[in-house]
């Protein structure tokens, strides 16, 4: 028998002192000086097991008995290690630590789930305790009002938007209009409806977009980075989806910081405008409070990332879509605290050089 550490635990630090976190099992087991000492000793890799008896002599039976039964120390070719096996066919390709989150935020048969009206009456109690963060304001002072007529939507059939989208990545040299730019947000980002539920007893206001978001917290925040749109200042912009206005938040960057930022995709330069898109995480937070809301987060983003590109499409503007940007060069120019905001995604916007799909697809 050969003996090896678990890969699909960690060791934490929490108030409590250091903890064992199994991401398979859902379990976190304090540790001691001495379990420590015995991680340690089975920290190497599965091609160099242990050997038991030795780990016998400088581990306490009764320690490396209990370390086996929670499955943090693994027999070799035992079930649990079996199972790790399998798993990391496909995640061992994935960092360490994007595996323990999947894993870790999964819900599993054997985890205990709210009932819908207990996880209700919680919320009514946590809104007469800890009031809802603020979302949006109505006005700003500083902040450009955009537009309120709305540009005629070139493409009506929604069956050819649906069909014939593509993702565009050569643009012609030529602005935005400021009214095309107020029409793809006002129709793609802006709230439509802000009410409390129906049945009034969540004492909290609810936001409602073209896209859905969870809870009806509307968590994505959208930014503007102008680069050549009528009527507006180069810079970068936050958008207020309640009034339907610009805050410039951040001068324009210059294009060889905006293309590092952009991990050198210089395509999006060439976009007369970019719309970033980031999580606001105290919104989600106060109403889903675990770990899983981190992916509801994302899935939001990309709800509203296709109403924006299917409004733009209609509007006869070409489009593209990148997760891939250095995170903290963005923050800065955007002034975003990523203590409380997560940035997901970024659009680009523009006027297609040309419709052949088989070259819009590559930058030149």
């Known amino acids: 028998m050969r003996l090896t550490l678990s890969r699909f635990?960690?060791?934490?630090?929490?108030?409590?002192?250091?903890?064992?976190?199994?991401?398979?099992?859902?379990?976190?087991?304090?540790?001691?000086?001495?379990?420590?000492?015995?991680?340690?000793?089975?920290?190497?890799?599965?091609?160099?097991?242990?050997?038991?008896?030795?780990?016998?002599?400088?581990?306490?039976?009764?320690?490396?008995?209990?370390?086996?039964?929670?499955?943090?120390?693994?027999?070799?070719?035992?079930?649990r290690y079996q199972e790790e096996v399998s798993l990391l066919d496909n995640w061992g390709r994935w960092s360490t630590q994007t595996r323990l989150y999947n894993f870790s935020t999964r819900i599993e048969s054997t985890d205990n789930v709210v009932p819908p009206a207990e996880a209700n009456a919680w919320l009514v109690e946590r809104g007469e305790r800890d009031a809802a963060p603020a979302r949006f304001v109505d006005t700003e002072p500083g902040a450009l009002a955009l537009p309120t007529e709305v540009r005629e939507v070139t493409r009506r059939d929604f069956d050819d938007v649906l069909s014939q989208r593509r993702t565009v990545r050569r643009f012609e040299r030529r602005e935005i209009e400021l009214r095309t730019i107020s029409t793809l947000l006002k129709k793609s980002v802006a709230l439509s409806d802000v009410r409390q539920r129906s049945n009034g007893?969540?004492?909290?206001?609810?936001?409602?977009?073209?896209?859905?978001?969870?809870?009806?917290?509307?968590?994505?925040?959208?930014?503007?980075?102008?680069?050549?749109?009528?009527?507006?200042?180069?810079?970068?912009?936050?958008?207020?989806?309640?009034?339907?206005?610009?805050?410039?938040?951040?001068?324009?960057?210059?294009?060889?910081?905006?293309?590092?930022?952009?991990?050198?995709?210089?395509?999006?330069?060439?976009?007369?405008?970019?719309?970033?898109?980031?999580?606001?995480?105290?919104?989600?937070?106060?109403?889903?409070?675990?770990?899983?809301?981190?992916?509801?987060?994302?899935?939001?983003?990309?709800?509203?990332?296709?109403?924006?590109i299917m409004t733009a499409w209609a509007l006869n503007l070409g489009s593209n879509f990148t997760a891939f940007f250095r995170e903290q060069a963005l923050e800065s120019s955007l002034a975003i605290d990523p203590g409380s905001e997560v940035l997901a995604g970024i659009c680009g916007f523009g006027y297609a050089a040309d419709d052949d799909p088989q070259t819009q697809g590559v930058h030149e």
Not at 58 to 74: I, W
Not at 271 to 283: Q, R
Not at 287 to 294: A, F, I, L, V, W
Request: charged residues 20%; hydrophobic residues 40%; glycine residues 8%.
């Open 201 to 308: 007893d969540q004492k909290y206001m609810n936001f409602f977009r073209s896209a859905p978001s969870a809870g009806a917290r509307a968590s994505t925040e959208v930014y503007l980075i102008a680069l050549s749109v009528e009527g507006v200042s180069s810079g970068c912009y936050r958008y207020n989806p309640a009034s339907h206005s610009i805050l410039l938040v951040g001068e324009r960057p210059s294009l060889e910081s905006l293309d590092y930022a952009l991990g050198g995709q210089s395509w999006l330069l060439d976009c007369p405008a970019l719309l970033v898109y980031s999580v606001n995480l105290p919104s989600l937070m106060w109403k889903y409070p675990h770990g899983r809301t981190y992916r509801v987060g994302l899935l939001d983003v990309g709800h509203i990332s296709q109403s924006v």
């Open 9 to 79: 635990g960690s060791i934490l630090v929490q108030d409590q002192g250091l903890v064992w976190d199994d991401t398979l099992r859902h379990r976190q087991i304090p540790l001691d000086r001495s379990s420590l000492q015995a991680i340690h000793l089975f920290s190497t890799e599965p091609t160099q097991m242990a050997d038991p008896e030795m780990a016998g002599s400088r581990t306490a039976p009764e320690l490396l008995v209990a370390l086996k039964s929670l499955e943090v120390v693994l027999e070799v070719d035992g079930s």
